[in-house]
C-alpha cells in the first residue's frame, strides 16, 4: 500500500519527534561487511555497543550476535530505553509473553554478551542459541534505572555512557531528533562509529565541523534513494511511501538516509573521475551546464558553482561549490573541503552579507550561495565549497 503524500519522510520526524524509525537486518549486514572486505579484523577482538535498540527486537543486536564469532567480536552490548514503543511487538524472550497474543512491555536493561557457543547443540552457534542462553542466563540480562535527569536506557544516562566508555565501536540508529547531541557525546568520547543519520545532518552548525576536519564522513553502502524502516504499532503512515506486513507490522521507506562513520573504507581512497571544464561545458548531460561559455559564479563567495558532483573539472584549481551528496564519493586525498554555504558563515568563506538595500529578502540570501542573474539573484541549495588538493607536476605523474 502507498501513501497520498510523497513528500514526508525524516523531517516529517523530526517535526513530530517521531524517532522510532528501525533499521533493516539487510541494510545492517551490506554495510558491516563492506568494512571487513577493506580490513577484516575491523571489529576483531573489539566491543561493539548498540546504545540506541531494544535487544528484543533490534536487527541490530541480531546482527552482531549472529555473527559474534565471524567478526571476532569480544563483547556486544545492546542497551534498550523506558518506554521503547516497538518493544514486546515481536519480542525476543518468551517469558514477556502474557497470553492471548499480547506482550508485556520490557522495561530498560543492557544485554550483555562476552561468547556465543552452540547452546542447543546442532553444531551452529546462532542467534537461535542466543535466545537459548539469554532464557538460561539472565545475570546477561542488567536491569536499566536512569537517574533524575535521564529515564533507564537514555544514551545520555550515565548507566549508559559508563557501557559507552567500555565501548570500542558505537553501531546504531540514534534517535534524530538528537542528532547532534549523539554525535557530540561520541566525539567527545572519542570512540569510532557507524550510524545512520538525516544526508541534511551534512548542513548542522554542530555536525559540519567534524567532516570537514575529516573526523566523520559518509559510509559506504547508501548513496541515494530511500531506504525501509520499520515503526511502531502507533506510527502515523504518512511517509513516502508505507505497508504493513502479513503480521501487521509497520514499515515505511524514507529518503534522505545516509550512514555515517569515522570508520576507514576503501571507498573512500578511490579517486572520483573527471573532465576538463571546456568538456563538461561541451559535453554535459545537465541543463544547467549545456551552451554555457562558463561556470556560474557566487555573488558571495569566492568559488564556481558546481551542480552536479559528476560535473567538477579537473582543471580548475580554485574554489568550487558542490552539492552535500559529493560527500558519496569525496576522496579526502583528492579534494580539500573549505566550508559550507550557510547563513551564519560558521567556516569563514562568505565574502559578501545582504542587506535590505540589496533585496528585502535578504535574509534568505544569506543562507546560501547567490549567482547573480541580471539585475536579480538566484538562490543554490546547500553548498559544500571544496578545491583540488595541491598537487606538483612531475615527471611520471601528479604529486602533492
Known amino acids: 500500500m502507498e501513501s497520498k503524500s510523497l513528500n514526508q519522510g525524516l523531517s516529517a520526524a523530526k ?69 521503547s514503543p516497538i518493544a514486546g511487538q515481536l519480542t525476543l524472550f518468551p517469558e514477556y509473553n502474557v497470553g492471548n497474543g499480547k506482550r508485556k512491555k520490557p522495561r530498560a536493561l543492557a544485554v550483555i554478551l562476552d561468547q556465543v557457543q552452540d547452546e542447543d547443540g546442532d553444531g551452529a552457534a546462532n542467534v537461535t542459541d542466543v535466545e537459548l542462553f539469554l532464557r538460561r542466563n539472565r545475570a546477561a540480562r542488567i536491569a536499566l534505572h536512569g537517574n533524575e535527569k535521564y529515564p533507564g536506557g537514555d544514551f545520555r544516562s550515565p548507566e549508559c555512557i559508563a ?30 562509529f557507524l550510524i545512520i543519520g538525516n544526508v541534511q545532518a551534512i548542513t548542522y552548525k554542530e555536525i559540519f565541523p567534524f567532516i570537514k576536519a575529516d573526523r566523520m564522513w559518509m559510509g559506504v553502502t547508501i548513496h541515494s534513494g530511500d531506504r525501509e524502516f520499520r515503526v511502531p504499532d502507533h506510527y502515523p503512515l504518512n511517509a513516502a511511501g508505507w505497508r504493513v506486513d502479513e503480521n501487521g ?24 573521475p573527471l573532465m ?12 544547467e551546464l549545456q551552451g554555457k561559455a562558463a561556470y556560474d559564479r557566487y555573488d558571495n563567495y569566492d568559488a564556481i558553482e558546481v551542480p552536479f558532483t559528476d560535473a567538477i573539472p579537473s582543471d580548475y584549481d580554485g574554489a568550487m561549490g558542490v552539492p552535500v551528496t559529493f560527500l558519496d564519493k569525496y576522496n579526502p586525498d583528492q579534494f580539500e573541503i573549505l566550508g559550507i554555504t550557510d547563513r551564519d558563515n560558521n567556516s569563514g568563506v562568505k565574502t559578501k552579507e545582504y ?38 607536476r612531475l615527471a611520471g605523474g601528479m604529486k602533492e
Open 163 to 192: 557501557y559507552l566508555e567500555e565501548a570500542d565501536i558505537v553501531v546504531t540508529n540514534p534517535p534524530f531528533s538528537r542528532f547532534r547531541e549523539y554525535v557530540a557525546q561520541l566525539v567527545e568520547h572519542e570512540k569510532r
Open 276 to 287: 576538463t571544464m571546456e568538456d563538461n561545458l561541451r559535453y554535459s548531460k545537465h541543463k
Open 355 to 392: 542587506t535590505e538595500a540589496d533585496v528585502p529578502n535578504f535574509g534568505d540570501l544569506n543562507r546560501r550561495g547567490v549567482i547573480r542573474v541580471g539585475n536579480g539573484y538566484k538562490l543554490t541549495y546547500a553548498r559544500l565549497i571544496i578545491r583540488h588538493r595541491r598537487r606538483t
Open 15 to 83: 517535526a513530530a519527534k517521531q524517532d522510532e524509525f528501525y533499521t533493516q537486518y539487510i541494510d545492517i549486514q551490506k554495510e558491516v561487511e563492506a568494512y571487513l572486505e577493506f580490513d577484516p579484523d575491523t571489529f576483531r577482538g573489539k566491543v561493539v555497543y548498540c546504545n540506541c535498540d531494544d535487544p528484543f527486537e533490534s536487527n541490530f543486536f541480531k546482527y552482531f550476535a549472529a555473527n559474534f564469532n565471524k567478526l571476532g567480536l569480544k563483547r556486544l552490548i545492546t542497551t534498550s530505553y523506558d518506554g
Open 249 to 272: 507490522v509497520k514499515y515505511i521507506r524514507v529518503k534522505g538516509v545516509r550512514w555515517y562513520t569515522n570508520l576507514d573504507h576503501g571507498r573512500r581512497h578511490e579517486e572520483l
